[in-house]
């Protein structure tokens, strides 16, 4: 999925997009790390060792730790972390796992983002199914976003999860988020209206430019009232769009990437391989 001009004719739904003078491209001020690696081996090495100290810290200040995942490749670069020594350990039974996009298909679909996060991560560490939110696949994606955001509220009201003082929206400990190629981050696409939500906390999207069409997904929202945000990037296929976001120069024309505007209250910190961090 290339990076994508202000109107795609693939779509009736298509944003009538601003024009990227008019949109507020100031650059956040979140406290921001770039890590660079010779490989995506050394990426997961690193990203495992950073989810486990955040998981010590967490779990020591507040008695547990939220961890919102998405899905694609960082799965796959979780991989370390459910191996030895965190396997044995973090105390995953402090762990309460979100997520940030999901797809409005069945759990048991080889498109979940559920499935893929429970095959490759979830079923090899002792976190409580009760501690796990997955989305209600019975519902439309309307009734799926709405029946999200409804369990995250009935969370913050028990104190579960707490508010941001900053938004009003909810907190969550961490949050693990890849890119497309086309810049989006979590369901929200470049030529896509929900990137745009102020209101809501969980959008829903039926014409996704990436298959399958029907997701639901947190708004910026609640991704920037995070604490901490780590962007995992790896493959060549993603450098033009690491350039243009951490080179904060956005080329003539082209719709602002929505991986611009990830902005967490406390750290983002970006972990690159060599081929997603080539260009700049
Ligand atoms: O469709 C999705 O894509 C993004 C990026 O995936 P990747 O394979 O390029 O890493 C992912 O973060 C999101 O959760 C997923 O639903």
């Known amino acids: 999925m290339a990076l994508a001009n202000p109107v795609d004719n693939q779509s009736n739904n298509v944003l009538k997009c601003p024009s990227p003078?008019?949109?507020?491209?100031?650059?956040?001020?979140?406290k921001t790390n770039?890590?660079?690696?010779?490989?995506?081996?050394?990426?997961?090495?690193?990203?495992a060792k950073y989810v486990a100290d955040l998981s010590e810290k967490y779990i020591r200040e507040k008695g547990y730790f939220s961890v919102v995942l998405s899905g694609g490749t960082l799965i796959h670069t979780l991989r370390k972390l459910v191996e030895c020594p965190y396997k044995g350990s973090v105390d995953w039974s402090k762990w309460l796992i979100f997520w940030v996009d999901e797809r409005v298909v069945p759990l048991n679909s080889p498109d979940s983002n559920y499935k893929l996060a429970y095959d490759g991560f979830l079923s090899k560490v002792p976190i409580s199914p009760c501690h796990i939110y997955a989305i209600n696949d019975k519902l439309s994606p309307k009734a799926a976003a709405d029946n999200y955001e409804a369990r995250l509220k009935n969370l913050v009201n028990k104190e579960t999860i707490p508010v941001?003082?900053?938004?009003?929206?909810?907190?969550?400990?961490?949050?693990?988020?890849?890119?497309?190629?086309?810049?989006?981050?979590?369901?929200?696409?470049?030529?896509r209206l929900q990137r745009f939500e102020k209101k809501r906390w969980v959008s829903f999207i039926t014409d996704s430019p990436k298959p399958p069409p029907e997701?639901?997904?947190?708004?910026f929202p609640?991704?920037?009232?995070?604490?901490?945000?780590?962007?995992?990037?790896?493959?060549?296929?993603?450098?033009?769009?690491?350039?243009i976001t951490l080179g904060g120069v956005l080329p003539t024309g082209l719709t602002p990437l929505p991986c611009?505007?990830?902005?967490?209250?406390?750290?983002?910190?970006?972990?690159?391989d060599k081929d997603a961090a080539s260009k700049l």
């Open 260 to 272: 611009m505007e990830v902005s967490p209250e406390e750290e983002l910190t970006w972990f690159l």
């Open 164 to 191: 941001s003082d900053a938004s009003g929206f909810p907190k969550f400990d961490l949050m693990l988020l890849g890119i497309g190629p086309d810049g989006h981050v979590a369901s929200l696409f470049p030529t």
């Open 34 to 47: 770039v890590r660079k690696f010779q490989s995506e081996e050394d990426v997961a090495k690193a990203l």
């Open 215 to 219: 997701r639901i997904t947190f708004t």
């Open 21 to 30: 003078a008019s949109m507020d491209l100031t650059p956040r001020k979140c």
């Open 222 to 243: 609640v991704i920037n009232s995070a604490s901490e945000i780590a962007m995992v990037v790896t493959g060549a296929e993603l450098a033009d769009a690491v350039k």
